[in-house]
């Protein structure tokens, strides 16, 4: 990437660039360095039991550890622990200890050197605030589910521990718990230990070195489902509620698959003793790659009948974040964020841009070429949009961040980060990249890794410097590249002339960008590709062609994380629209329904696509695009749409159906509602009628609301539906849906609804006040940031409540942010 100065940027923007009116900026937050260290931890072993009513653990920890220089006293991370001694078991002696809110910090009756191991034994019990949920059993209230989430910190909340990513040692876990409970955690389990009367406690080694907050602990009333092993010995299984074992099967049926493929096209075979997954209602996050187990949500389950989509989505017709997916990128984890571990949180890309990647790999082996393809529009559709919105842009590697939230950001790590490694692969060719990769693993097994590890990797692997990619895309450059493309023919030279210009905005870590680049070409003979180097800011290529070409494609495979500008006549987005590989193809039916609406060929282009036997996702990209049409023909065209045999297509009708307006498109979407098979498809229809119908009958949407569907689809549904009315009188029926009895889906829509209805209802400030203790992670962090929305004035103690228990930094950021919001109100009184 080539560096202006400020003043020569000043210049450019004012003179040439429009668009930076709103122009992008770099988030600010705390400076993350890597944590300093005292001591290298070697083994843990953690005893527990539990107190499920009052929502605490009892524990014991046993400590080995080496210490990096003389010690004479060391502390461990412990959020609020109440410690009840501390014994140095070498010597069975007492040691003294001292408690701050976040740390046990120990005094040693020795100095100890580098030479020396030594181990403590720290009994205590906690209440924890963060990092391990009690969450009531939805359908036996004499039950609860236990889980443990730990990322950015939270394990110290229920284990006296060093709490960061850089320092990695074996664990094991004794977990005491009456029957019918089961316990499960990282590794073997050695041993199932009966303690007389209804007691047994769980033993499980975990002996291969691992960070700290890939321990897991996962208690419930769970039954096991087998799959077959991988390469015949690899133990794989699936631990769900009671009376789910069907839907386990179904769900998680590809993993031994998926375990292989992995193993064998990074040439590094799964290094863990087993791989279990668990379904948990209501779990703290999507989904977590502890150690040899990933913890899901229970929506995670289906059949046959569900949708793709691990999460209903009521506005899109696909979602990069599907079951499977999901599945194959938390497994994809114990390669990349499990064998090689983020250094600090600012390399967390290294994690999570590789899962995410590696899920669409995962897609491109079990589909084929299109769905990677639909993946790669998908994730640079959601980037963009919010870059578009939010006007902010980093690099894949940034180090100033308040929260984890922020560097988890799904726009950046996730999605931008799986095409950016799209986009190396490419730059460096199959065989290349893959190798590199699997010499990355080789090299630094059970280690942690920055991005220079891995930029080193690469060159010693197959030779390439990347200094320009990492520069650009990794440790430096921020934002994207805009081209604005366009192209001549010479007749009389039988040459084709192609320009390309970078026109993206010139601010703080965005200028021109170096990057290799492809455009197809089409004649009626023949078609080919040329490969374009881009490092200047205006730069033409000239190729010999013997005739007027039909198509010319820039990036037409969508390997780029860019925008592209290339007005064309209709005629040859017709072509593209049907010839083109996918991700050029749904660009060019876009600029189509964009730029020439009322152009007959547009129609009849996206209805041959809808009729054709393409693809499924380019199917129903014409046919949502047909909502920018808006004719009596195109409305005929969504009508056959919506006989699709697949869902999605009738999926992508149903969302255009909201733009005609029309009283036939509504009795359509009344029909959707009344008869389509997929339940997917109806609650999107509940959702878009009442978008399209503002008068929207209360008693037709309650009506739907008993409907049985995965999830409580349909319920939520109409929950949102409800939302979008936002009328007053229809708080009575939303409220009784944010009880604990339903899930978070159901609850964050009914919250969201009320919201939207009655806003300064005392009855939701309330209900929000309570949530901020909800045993479900996800309702906390809605709870604090309505009430900051909402201004609610009674919040203020509880936003400081937050405060001092440091618990969990998203937590406290959210509630600091809360605070100054209700607190805005207040000063602006006097």
């Given amino acids: 990437m080539k560096r202006i100065s400020f003043c020569v940027l000043a210049v450019v923007v004012l003179s040439s660039r429009s668009e930076i009116s709103f122009a992008q900026k770099m988030p600010t937050g705390r400076y993350h360095p890597n944590r300093e260290r005292s001591y290298d931890l070697l083994h843990y072993i953690g005893e527990l039991k539990f107190d499920f009513e009052q929502c605490k653990v009892f524990g014991k920890s046993t400590i080995r550890l080496s210490p990096l220089r003389t010690l004479s006293s060391f502390s461990l991370d412990a959020i609020y622990l109440n410690v009840k001694s501390v014994t140095h078991r070498e010597s069975n002696t007492s040691l003294r200890f001292h408690m701050t809110a976040t740390t046990l910090d120990i005094s040693l009756p020795q100095n100890k050197t580098p030479q020396d191991t030594l181990t403590v034994v720290v009994d205590y019990e906690a209440q924890p605030k963060g990092g391990m949920y009690f969450r009531r059993d939805p359908h036996n209230e004499k039950l609860f589910y236990v889980t443990t989430y730990g990322e950015n910190g939270l394990h110290a909340n229920w284990l006296p521990i060093y709490n960061d990513v850089n320092d990695k040692f074996s664990t094991e876990m004794l977990i005491t718990v009456p029957e019918p409970y089961v316990a499960i955690s990282n590794g073997k389990l050695l041993k199932t230990g009966v303690n007389g009367g209804k007691e047994r406690t769980f033993h499980w080694l975990q002996e291969l070195p691992h960070s700290n907050y890939l321990i897991s602990l996962y208690v419930g009333d769970f039954e096991k489902g087998d799959l077959a092993p991988a390469f015949g010995k690899i133990p794989l299984s699936y631990w769900v509620p009671r009376g789910q074992l069907r839907e386990g099967a179904f769900t998680f049926r590809n993993t031994t698959k998926m375990v292989e493929f992995f193993s064998n096209r990074f040439n590094y075979r799964y290094a863990w003793d087993k791989y279990d997954q668990l379904a948990v209602p209501d779990y703290a996050i999507g989904a977590m790659e502890h150690t040899g187990v990933t913890g899901h949500r229970a929506n995670v389950l289906r059949d046959q009948t569900g949708p793709l989509e691990n999460d209903a989505t009521f506005d899109t017709y696909y979602s990069n974040w599907t079951a499977e997916t999901l599945i194959s990128h938390e497994l994809a984890h114990h390669w990349f964020g499990n064998l090689l571990t983020c250094r600090n949180l600012s390399f967390i890309w290294l994690n999570e841009s590789f899962a995410s990647y590696l899920m669409m790999l995962w897609n491109e082996e079990s589909v084929g070429k299109d769905l990677l393809g639909l993946d790669l529009v998908f994730a640079k559709r959601q980037y963009f949009d919010f870059v578009r919105n939010r006007h902010m842009i980093r690099p894949l590697e940034h180090r100033y961040f308040d929260d984890a939230n922020a560097i988890y950001n799904t726009e950046h790590t996730y999605l931008k980060g799986a095409v950016v490694l799209h986009m190396l692969r490419k730059a460096l060719g199959d065989e290349d990249f893959f190798r590199a990769m699997s ?15 891995l930029k080193i990797a690469i060159e010693e692997a197959v030779g390439k410097n990347l200094d320009w990619f990492f520069s650009d895309w990794i440790t430096g450059g921020a934002g994207h590249p805009t081209f604005e493309v366009s192209y001549s023919f010479l007749p009389e030279r039988k040459l084709l002339s192609l320009s390309v210009q970078q026109v993206q905005a010139h601010v703080e870590g965005q200028d021109l960008f170096t990057l290799p680049a ?3 070409i089409t004649t009626s003979v023949r078609t080919w590709q040329e490969k374009l180097w881009l490092d200047e800011e205006r ?29 064309k006549e209709v005629e040859e987005l017709a072509y593209q629209a049907t010839h083109d590989a996918l991700p050029g193809r749904m660009w060019a039916m876009n600029e189509m329904a964009s730029r020439y609406p009322a152009t007959p060929l547009t129609l009849k282009t996206l209805s041959d696509v809808i009729t054709s036997n393409s693809f499924w996702g380019v199917r129903a990209e014409a046919a949502k695009l047909l909502g920018k049409v808006r004719t009596s023909a195109a409305e005929q065209t969504l009508a056959q749409a919506l006989r699709a045999s697949d869902y999605q297509t009738r999926k992508g009708a149903v969302l255009a159906l909201a733009q005609f307006g ?45 409907r049985k569907s995965w999830n409580d689809e349909i319920l939520t549904a109409c929950l949102r539906a409800l939302q979008q009315l936002a009328k007053p009188a229809h708080a009575a029926t939303i409220k009784p849906y944010t009880e604990e009895r339903y899930n978070q889906s159901v609850v964050n829509a009914a919250l969201s609804a009320w919201e939207a209805c009655a806003p300064q209802d005392a009855e939701l400030h309330r209900r929000l006040l309570e949530l901020t203790n909800s045993p479900v992670y996800a309702l906390q962090q809605y709870a604090i940031t309505a009430l900051g929305r909402l201004q609610v004035q009674s919040a203020s103690a509880r936003m400081i409540e937050i405060l001092v228990e440091q618990a969990d930094d998203n937590l ?8 100054q919001q209700i607190r805005s109100v207040q000063e602006s009184t006097f």
């Fill in 439 to 453: 010499y990355y693993l080789h090299k630094h097994e059970f280690e942690n890794v920055e991005s220079q590890d």
């Fill in 518 to 520: 492809h455009v197809t």
């Fill in 539 to 567: 730069e033409t290529f000239v190729f010999p062609c013997s005739e007027k070409p039909v198509m010319v494609s820039f990036d037409g495979e969508g390997e780029l994380v860019a925008e592209v500008r290339f007005n």
């Fill in 662 to 706: 029309t009283a036939s498109a509504e009795q359509k979407l009344r029909q959707v509602i009344k008869s389509d098979a997929n339940n997917d498809v109806v609650a999107t229809a509940i959702v878009t009628l009442a978008q399209a119908n503002p008068k929207l009958e209360m008693e037709f949407i309650k009506a739907q609301m008993p």
């Fill in 812 to 819: 406290t950021t959210a509630a600091r942010e809360a605070l």
